[in-house]
């Protein structure tokens, strides 16, 4: 496990700011227990050592003309190098893949995609995704219903260094 320098204050407001990026300091403070500005200095420092990586705003795909999210396994030919690093440049240029594993077992990679509908993602398939690099077999599960999506990290097995 890395070495984790967090407390009890440190872990409330990463779990606060994962519910709501959008708190003011003075909410954030008044929420976990702290005064604003030692609030704010902890929170300056969570983003300078890398915990907190960006603020971003969740989007109903529906909404916005994405109704169909599917989940493509990839396994690879073979299990070079520069073979994985040309998979992965290219899976980084593909703006409907928003999520992409190394995985372990049968397959090697797990692809988040979403587009408008079947038949855009059938085009996407047949123009882009069977021509990538070093790509031997694709398995594709679409989903029917989202249970659970975008919660925070259980952040409550770190320790407490007190």
Do not use: W
Not at 37 to 61: F, W
Not at 73 to 90: F, G, P, T, W, Y
């Amino acid at each position: 496990m890395p070495d984790i320098d967090l407390d009890g204050f440190d872990r409330r407001i990463l779990t606060e700011l994962q519910r709501n990026g959008r708190l003011t300091n003075l909410d954030l403070a008044e929420l976990i227990g702290l005064s604003p500005s030692p609030c704010l200095r902890r929170v300056k420092r969570l983003e300078q050592d890398g915990y907190i990586t960006g603020y971003s705003a969740r989007i109903d795909e529906r909404k916005v003309g994405l109704g169909l999210t599917c989940f493509v396994s990839v396994k690879m030919e073979r299990h070079r190098e520069e073979d994985a690093e040309q998979l992965k440049s290219a899976i980084g240029g593909i703006r409907e893949i928003i999520s992409c594993f190394v995985t372990s077992g049968e397959y090697d990679m797990l692809l988040q995609i979403v587009v408008p509908d079947l038949d855009s993602f059938r085009r996407l398939m047949m123009t882009t995704l069977i021509k990538l690099p070093g790509v031997r077999d694709f398995r594709t599960s679409f989903a029917i219903d989202t249970i659970k999506d975008g919660v925070p990290l259980p952040l409550h097995h770190l320790p407490d260094p007190r």
